[in-house]
């Protein structure tokens, strides 16, 4: 909690929320004109910073939100189920809240996710190969427990919570953007990049949904006409690791202003060196999915002349040194 100190989430806790102010806890991350990738396209190109989150992704925006408010209505405990940045994101408020959670992982997620789990002070635990077994799980423990159950993408107020992110750019790039990118997993980013496109009057903005191969659950569901599940995940992109995109998302796979591509990991692993080399930062495959977006597709969509393209850089906490190096064995190959 913002200016008392706490030992850990588990051991003090507010009394009343009602007299104690809740923290915010999302900042306001920059958004920057990349001159490589603008060189690139041969049109502006900004970069929405949200691996500068404290949890290290936009997730923090949604998930934020949710469990700030659910605390304020008496929540003494959460429950949540992750591929990575979703937990993170909660285990963060948690600790913000003073309040304990569990997070359920599956054995795909990478170790180092954990151990960061573990240093927010969240109880960790590994369930299932995949994170629709992990959320299984987590529900039936909710419901055992009594402890609320954070969705990592599928409710209106995470939605809200990363609509934020259009308020943001509106201040910052001062003019409507011709096009967003972003990556899609469950879709809890896109549906509130589109609540917020519609609040402030950017409704007409194209928005670039990229994905991975293994990965492609939203892709499968543009190109069936409507909400389908994918048999499992093969990417390496484990936090776009959703068997079926959110419900809310069915009466948007039609509209032209939704645009789905899908890349390889390999596609997506070079745009990760790429940027890291171009722009010093160290973002992961999730991200590498809409970096190569740009890298790849974005010159095939139509644009209106002039207008700048934003790329959400959705996160960078699952990702380390050792890994790049990995990552960069798997691209020469």
């Known amino acids: 909690m913002r200016g008392q100190t706490w030992t850990t989430p588990m051991e003090a806790r507010p009394a009343s929320f009602d007299l104690v102010p809740l923290p915010q806890m999302h900042i306001v991350t920059p958004c920057v004109l990349s001159r490589s990738l603008s060189d690139h396209v041969g049109r502006p190109v900004y970069l929405k910073l949200e691996n500068l989150q404290p949890s290290g992704s936009f997730k923090i925006r949604g998930i934020g939100h949710a469990m700030r408010k659910a605390a304020k209505a008496g929540v003494k405990s959460f429950v949540v189920s992750s591929g990575g940045n979703a937990g993170l994101a909660a285990a963060h408020a948690a600790r913000e809240l003073g309040l304990p959670i569990t997070v359920f992982l599956p054995t795909s997620t990478h170790g180092l996710v954990a151990k960061k789990l573990e240093a927010e002070g969240a109880h960790v635990q590994i369930h299932g190969r995949i994170w ?47 096009l967003i990118v972003t990556c899609v997993g469950g879709g809890g980013l896109l549906l509130g990049i589109i609540e917020g496109l519609e609040r402030v009057g950017w409704s007409r903005v194209p928005i670039l949904c990229m994905e991975t191969e293994g990965a492609d659950c939203f892709n499968a569901s543009v190109k069936a006409g409507h909400l389908v599940s994918i048999p499992d995940i093969t990417s390496i992109a484990k936090c776009l690791g959703a068997r079926k995109p959110a419900g809310a998302l069915e009466k948007h796979l039609g509209k032209k202003e939704i645009i789905s591509r899908v890349v390889s990991d390999k596609q997506a692993l070079t745009a990760i060196l790429r940027f890291a080399d171009e722009h010093r930062m160290l973002v992961e495959p999730a991200c590498g999915a809409a970096l190569a977006g740009l890298y790849e597709e974005a010159s095939k969509v139509a644009l209106s002349d002039g207008k700048p393209i934003v790329v959400v850089l959705c996160g960078g906490s699952a990702v380390s040194l050792q890994l790049l190096q990995e990552w960069r064995s798997i691209v020469s190959q």
């Open 132 to 178: 629709n077994e992990a959320a299984e799980k987590a529900q039936s423990t909710a419901e055992e427990t009594g402890a609320f159950l954070v969705h990592p993408f599928d409710h209106p107020d995470v939605w809200k919570g990363h609509s934020s992110v259009i308020d943001e750019l509106k201040d910052q790039l001062g003019e409507e953007p011709g």
